[in-house]
């Protein structure tokens, strides 16, 4: 699909994974809008083009919103889904009662805040012209925890492994709207939870992946949504971006 001149949504695109993405858009043509958090959104420092939308995923109202203003700026016709969280938290902590509320908090923002998005952009999607074979692309971020969810990761990993599960039947039903889903499961990234680890625990890190054994830039990550935008045939399918990263139990 060709990016130039098309409206592209960002979820979570004020920082990380998705501050680069929406970079890259912008670079290669895309008319840009970011929906973050407030507090994110007052942090970051997005290129002029860029609109900026308050959006909380957890909040049909607001995804809703945001979809809107993306689809009022051209034609929407790529949306990735990068908001998410992490919130480590065992099932049984030592002199503590287990907090589902975090686990809680991490499934409405990782998995329903990526269905609400979802949802409320495809029909946006839907309303546009064919170009070529297909009217647009959803791309959603999953993570390498879907498969090998370590200690303290029960909620994350169901929240990555529920997107995960979700590609298939998604790509499937807008296939007849020739719309695509595909969906990148990231390893471990250079990403601002992770900066504020020491530089020990972050090397200790890095040294887990078999190659290239360092941490995964954003802008790798952002150049693999292009390439799920650009080539037609990539639909249903999650892509792990891990160089050959297979966690252990923690």
Do not use: W
């Amino acid at each position: 699909m060709e990016i130039k001149g098309i409206a592209a949504l960002v979820t979570g695109g004020a920082s990380g994974l998705g501050h680069a993405t929406a970079l890259a858009l912008a670079e290669a043509g895309a008319r840009v809008t970011v929906g973050d958090l407030p507090a994110a959104l007052a942090a970051a420092e997005p290129p002029a083009e860029v609109e900026r939308v308050a959006t909380d995923v957890t909040d049909a109202a607001q995804v809703t919103a945001a979809v809107a203003a993306a689809a009022a700026r051209g034609p929407l016709r790529v949306v990735v889904n990068c908001a998410g969280i992490g919130l480590p938290r065992r099932i049984l902590p030592k002199g503590r009662a287990v907090d589902v509320e975090a686990m809680t908090r991490e499934i409405a923002v990782n998995l329903l805040g990526t269905i609400h998005v979802v949802t409320a952009a495809a029909p946006a999607i839907a309303a546009q012209d064919v170009l070529g074979e297909e009217r647009g692309v959803i791309v959603n971020t999953a993570s390498a925890a879907a498969f090998d969810g370590q200690l303290g990761q029960l909620g994350y990993a169901a929240s990555k492994g529920g997107v995960v599960a979700a590609t298939l039947p998604a790509a499937r039903e807008l296939a007849s709207h020739r719309i695509r889903v595909v969906t990148i499961a990231p390893g471990l990234f250079d990403t601002p939870l992770l900066g504020t680890l020491s530089d020990e625990v972050r090397a200790a890190l890095a040294a887990q992946v078999p190659h290239p054994a360092r941490l995964g830039r954003p802008p790798e990550f952002a150049l693999t949504v292009l390439q799920a935008i650009g080539n037609p045939l990539l639909n249903g399918e999650v892509i792990r971006l891990d160089g050959a990263l297979r966690m252990g139990p923690g």
